[in-house]
């Protein structure tokens, strides 16, 4: 389960690989650490159809059944918890990130492993995320996981982030569930590594 990721890259990065965008256009702060709870940008149609950037907070606040525990992670699709909002394309999101963090280690002596692209590549690139309105304005967001590739299972055998390319920002936002849901799958290993 990822835990941890990183959103470094400026509103100017953002536009160029993602388009051009409403909302607070004005230049973000770096986000060196984004852990559950805190908050974090993220791009979503407005109603004209136009992509929107928010900043929300990272963390569904959860079911009755899990005490109310924010989830941070969608890695049941099916599960009528997420339902509803995969089925509304206008509660899917693309989280912006520059990398992520999976933990190695025994437990109490757990470090630190990102992962990203490779040099050569632009080092933005996206989570598949879903939101939600929450009370006095603030948003909440999380994204979605998959079996992880062998470059993360390595590391995390169990998950990984879904991420996104930016050709597959369209498909993910506009698309009905069953089409955008095809994009849960690893990232191709060749494309990404361990940072070092």
């Not at 190695?104 to 598949?128: N, S, T």
């Not at 995320?129 to 603030?138: N, S």
């Not at 920002?169 to 361990?194: F, G, I, N």
Request: charged fraction near 25%.
């Amino acid at each position: 389960m990822c835990n941890l990721y990183s959103m470094t890259a400026s509103v100017d990065e953002i536009r160029r690989v993602f388009g051009s965008f409403a909302g607070d256009t004005a230049n973000l702060p770096p986000f060196e650490e984004i852990y559950p709870g805190k908050p974090a940008p993220i791009l979503r149609r407005d109603e004209g159809g136009g992509l929107r950037m928010d900043v929300m907070e990272w963390g569904f606040p959860g079911p009755v059944a899990a005490k109310g525990r924010p989830v941070t992670n969608i890695r049941n699709l099916a599960s009528p918890f997420w339902r509803s909002a995969l089925n509304r394309p206008d509660r899917r999101c693309v989280v912006p990130v520059t990398r992520f963090c999976e933990w190695e280690g025994e437990k109490g002596a757990k470090r630190k492993v990102w992962f990203g692209l490779h040099d050569h590549q632009e080092p933005l690139f996206g989570f598949a995320g879903l939101w939600r309105p929450g009370e006095a304005g603030v948003g909440y967001m999380a994204f979605l996981t998959c079996e992880p590739n062998s470059v993360v299972g390595a590391v995390h055998p169990k998950a990984m982030p879904v991420m996104l390319r930016p050709t597959d920002v369209p498909r993910w936002l506009d698309s009905e569930a069953a089409t955008a849901c095809e994009l849960a799958v690893p990232y191709a290993d060749a494309d990404m590594r361990r940072l070092p």
